[in-house]
Nanobody, 124 residues
Framework: QVQLVESGGGLVQAGGSLRLSCAAS????????MGWFRQAPGKEREFVAA????????RYADSVKGRFTISRDNAKTTVYLQMNSLKPEDTAVYSC?????????????????WGQGTQVTVSS
């Protein structure tokens, strides 16, 4: 069973950047489609970005398109989320997820494994 661990969250001013990482233990991520989701206080979890198992295809939520970039390094079994031009409304707990079906899915129910999440706080 794949275990996912996120890192890279923190406090940043509006307009700043952060890079989140999602690392795997107990297995490799190279056979999974990967996604990032976020959940702000009092709100439902929402899709942020996804990447197919070989990295050829990506998908983004409209709210982050042009500012966030998802990438993966299968040799390092790590998936990244580069976040630029951050806004206060990006504040949330960000979680990565792995999908056995290898695609670049937006629905959360397509994902089989989830990390615990990392907090991102953007101050105005």
């Amino acid at each position: 069973q794949v275990q996912l661990v996120e890192s890279g969250g923190g406090l940043v001013q509006a307009g700043g950047s952060l890079r989140l990482s999602c690392a795997a233990s107990g297995g490799t991520l190279s056979n999974y489609g990967m996604g990032w989701f976020r959940q702000a206080p009092g709100k439902e979890r929402e899709f942020v970005a996804a990447i197919s198992w070989l990295g050829a295809n990506t998908r983004y939520a409209d709210s982050v398109k042009g500012r966030f970039t998802i990438s993966r390094d299968n040799a390092k079994t790590t998936v990244y989320l580069q976040m630029n031009s951050l806004k206060p409304e990006d504040t949330a707990v960000y979680s990565c997820a792995a999908a056995s079906r290898k695609g670049y899915w937006s629905p959360a129910n397509e994902y089989d494994y989830w990390g615990q999440g990392t907090q991102v706080t953007v101050s105005s």
